[in-house]
């Protein structure tokens, strides 16, 4: 009777659910999710990338908590879920020390996997369009193996990642691990770090600081930009699914750099410059989701297109940028 | 006076080099060149897969040593080069624990290349084919960026090698510490694991047993055999030379299973029957090295026709699989 009772004791009405990473950019978007649906949710991050005031809104709520911890090094924790997340994602940060993005990858996947399979947790690895590098089909599929230069400066992250799969999936050939598989492609929306390189914010920034957008190579190489609301809504799918993946998550929508500019100058600034730079060693020419695996089996699909989404971006990025009074940490919006 | 002379105590006549793997069939030989040219010989390896019978001939030796110790640990030594080839390498073997086989080549290369780099050594990673996977050029040149899955059952091999690459690349680059890298083509001869499961061993084992020879698949899947002395010799001159590499060591003579397996009946048994088999996951349809860079710059290329080098390989077979009384170990024919 004192065992079933203590038992009873640990029964939990909502889910426990660890956010590797949840301090970030998509991490914290993510976050709000689930404790909006009642889980209790545990935030990891070392603070590298990730922001404390992208989730400070949370820390009066006894369901939530946040570690100061890097996954390169063992923790264990008591949960049902793991999202991993963790791990610098644009080329400024992840090529800022290249030998620990590939540790982060590697090892704190590793030490992931291995706290999933100690306690029992359901496993989400969140992996990259990256893995396809500069891919020879177009659009990509999931059965793609890709097309990617082994010894070139962006490998840290991109052989990192591939590396981070076949570990998921050699847990779960294993040690029977429940995992899932998302490979992400380019997303946008409020709490993205503005000097990260990446072309979204780097053009908002550049539009709002009423500098010229800087254009890589001849503004033909192209990207397709989901929303962030779209990207959580695919990843909960998938934790909550039956399906392992990998499952590409991102939009179809097919930009080229000169256009996404246009878009810019249309939401921001008219009168913003253009400028053209000298492309970077390795940047993949295209790089376009195929999601109809997505739309099948877990029923998901994008919803909210560019001009849409980019408005909610922008004034979370003027708030930050000309540090306006109103907080751009609850920034919500489009979800 | 003081400080200058035991300075002087630390100089030493011949080079000190450290074998990662240097109990194994590549690895031994190796060993056997080093020692023969009067360096100072650090072994370490964990004896998965290598045998301490193939460098007891050394125990003698002042200028030998062997460490049992797993490179996924770290380890303190005071060498000049480090050659690193700490691996299992035959599906069998790298298969049998896949995260375990990632760890060595991630966590096992991190940990060499953080020793090279504190003691100043040069480090020479010996990567292979398999980063090429089921290649879609043909022959294979070191700018080919491959195709390799990155959730197959192989990929705990593949990836860890890709990865290992990486790493020593971001060493290169980051911390200028001078590195090599050699991609190994299948290799065979004396010392070889003779149940390994790989085509050479398989054959001659089968063929010696009076056993069917095992061709998966229709046979008609190319592979280029190396013999060892070829490939040390490679290894060598890549570590002594100027080149970084990565620099594919292999021999370009093609032969089909069915080919190989008709040599090894003319070697052997011409009695020998073949029988079919259905072909595993994800094994590469064809594999033939494009040596012209190791040609050029390091005035390297095979000497070893298969129909020379398998019979020194078969006579090594012979003795280990029947418990001759000579002693198999010092096999150094054809070197």
């Not at 053009?203 to 010229?212: G, N, S």
């Not at 971006?313 to 907080?327: A, E, L, Y």
């Amino acid at each position: 009777m004192l065992v079933a009772a203590a038992i009873f004791c640990l029964k939990r009405k909502g889910l426990r659910v660890l956010v590797t990473g949840g301090a970030g950019f998509v991490g914290s978007h993510l976050v709000d999710r689930l404790v909006a649906r009642g889980d209790s949710v545990i935030v990891v991050d070392n603070l590298f990338t990730g922001r404390k005031e992208n989730v400070m809104h949370h820390f009066g709520n006894p369901n939530f908590e946040m570690i100061r911890h890097d996954v390169v090094e063992p923790i264990l924790l008591e949960v049902d879920q793991i999202y991993h997340l963790a791990c610098p994602a644009s080329p400024v940060h992840y090529k800022y020390n290249p030998v620990k993005t590939i540790k982060t990858n590697v090892v704190g996947t590793l030490n992931m996997l291995g706290l999933a399979k100690r306690i029992g947790a359901r496993f989400l690895l969140t992996s990259t369009s990256e893995v396809y590098g500069d891919p020879l089909q177009h659009p990509q599929v999931e059965t793609y193996w890709g097309n990617v230069n082994p010894i070139g400066v962006r490998s840290c992250y991109d052989e990192g990642k591939r590396t981070a799969e076949t570990l998921t999936m050699d847990y779960h050939r294993g040690a029977n691990l429940e995992v899932r598989i998302a490979r992400i492609f380019n997303t946008y929306g409020p709490r993205m770090c503005i000097d990260d390189g990446r072309v979204v914010s780097n053009f908002v920034a550049q539009a709002l600081r009423k500098e010229p957008l800087t254009v890589y190579g001849d503004g033909k190489q192209t990207r397709s930009f989901q929303y962030v609301s779209d990207l959580v809504e695919g990843l909960m799918r998938l934790m909550e699914g039956d399906h392992i993946g990998p499952f590409n998550l991102g939009n179809p929508g097919e930009f080229t750099m000169l256009e996404l500019a246009k878009v810019v100058q249309d939401t921001i600034d008219p009168n913003a410059r253009i400028e053209f730079r000298e492309n970077t060693q390795d940047d993949p020419h295209k790089r376009k989701p195929d999601i109809t695996k997505a739309k099948e089996q877990l029923g998901w699909e994008p919803k909210i297109a560019l001009r849409d989404g980019l408005p909610l971006m922008v004034t979370d990025f003027r708030k930050r940028i000309f540090g306006d009074q109103d907080s751009a940490t609850t920034a919500t919006e489009g979800q």
